[in-house]
């Protein structure tokens, strides 16, 4: 594990800019489609993505953005569920 968060440390900015632009993404894809939209699909994205933000605000002790992006990771998962119909 101590070498994978080496690596992201090392690339973190990137990682942080591919999890808000998978986070545009997914909210984007719900405005566009409404609906029509794969709701599976988007949550999956959002909580991979929530997933992401959360590591690198661990990483660098940033405790309001951990706080944020765990909240959404809960929230994805939720989602995701409730897209298979698992919970109501």
């Not at 545009?24 to 489609?33: A, E, G, K, Q």
């Not at 959002?46 to 929230?75: G, P, R």
Request: glycine share 4%; hydrophobic share 60%; proline share 2%.
């Amino acid at each position: 594990m101590a070498a994978i968060n080496v690596f992201v440390r090392r690339y973190i900015r990137s990682f942080e800019m591919i999890g808000v632009l998978m986070r545009i993404f997914s909210f984007s894809l719900v405005s566009w489609l409404g609906p029509e939209s794969p709701f599976l699909f988007i949550w999956s994205v959002n909580t991979v993505d929530a997933i992401v933000l959360s590591w690198c605000s661990i990483l660098k002790q940033d405790h309001a953005y951990t706080l944020l992006n765990v909240f959404w990771v809960m929230v994805g998962i939720v989602g995701v569920l409730r897209a298979e119909n698992l919970i109501h």
